[in-house]
T-cell receptor, first 114, second 112 residues
Framework: DTAVSQTPKYLVTQMGNDKSIKCEQN?????MYWYKQDSKKFLKIMFS???????INETVPNRFSPKSPDKAHLNLHINSLELGDSAVYFC?????????????FGSGTRLTVV | GDSVTQMEGPVTLSEEAFLTINCTYT??????LFWYVQYPGEGLQLLLK?????DKGSNKGFEATYRKETTSFHLEKGSVQVSDSAVYFC???????????FGAGTRLFVKA
């Protein structure tokens, strides 16, 4: 039973399309995150939700919109996809607001925009 | 702002060699420090952590000590194996606890 699961694992789409990535955790954690990893493996936080409330919203184009219907789910919707959006997107969770326990990561969604 | 700096890779070692990957940080307050490992095609996995000065985190033969005086958290392993080949990330969580900042990652290759 996967702790943090993301779907889809791979996503290939054309420029201008709209796509969503879903994330679910069954750990009972309060806080969930989206990170973007570029081709050089650099990780950048995008968003964080704590108990469905948005607490971190980094400098991310407003084409990216997160949604958390409940504390076990955090989805990422991307409008008008651009070539530069190609990356691996990781969902993660932690037990509570603090990250002192460390994160549990999903296995990633590799997005390729052509 | 807070930041994490890791030694650039790749690091290439022979099996059973000693490993050190340097990590230094800049932070206000009292961050928690972490090492994560990413195997090819997978997400990051928490390897070890330390939440206050002089704490030593350890797991699977890896160790790191939180050194406040040198703002460092270097990762060490006495004898690496081929299966340790991966990308290693140093990270800190700020005092407020909601944001974790990652270093750029260090790729390790271990040859048989």
């Amino acid at each position: 039973d996967t702790a943090v699961s993301q779907t889809p694992k791979y996503l290939v789409t054309q420029m201008g399309n709209d796509k969503s990535i879903k994330c679910e955790q069954n750990l009972g954690h309060d806080t969930m995150y989206w990170y973007k990893q570029d081709s050089k493996k650099f990780l950048k936080i995008m968003f964080s939700y704590n108990n469905k409330e948005l607490i971190i919203n980094e400098t991310v184009p407003n084409r990216f919109s997160p949604k958390s219907p409940d504390k076990a789910h955090l989805n990422l919707h991307i409008n008008s996809l651009e070539l530069g959006d190609s990356a691996v997107y990781f969902c993660a969770s932690s037990p509570r607001g603090t990250g002192d326990y460390g994160y549990t990561f999903g296995s990633g969604t590799r997005l390729t925009v052509v | 702002g807070d930041s994490v700096t890791q030694m650039e890779g790749p690091v290439t070692l022979s099996e059973e060699a000693f490993l050190t990957i340097n990590c230094t940080y800049t932070a206000t307050g009292y961050p928690s420090l972490f090492w994560y490992v990413q195997y090819p095609g997978e997400g990051l996995q928490l390897l070890l952590k330390a939440t206050k000065a002089d704490d030593k985190g350890s797991n699977k033969g890896f160790e790191a000590t939180y050194r406040k005086e040198t703002t460092s958290f270097h990762l060490e392993k006495g004898s690496v194996q081929v299966s340790d080949s991966a990308v290693y990330f140093c990270a800190l969580t700020d005092t407020g606890g909601f944001k974790t900042i990652f270093g750029a990652g260090t790729r390790l290759f271990v040859k048989a």
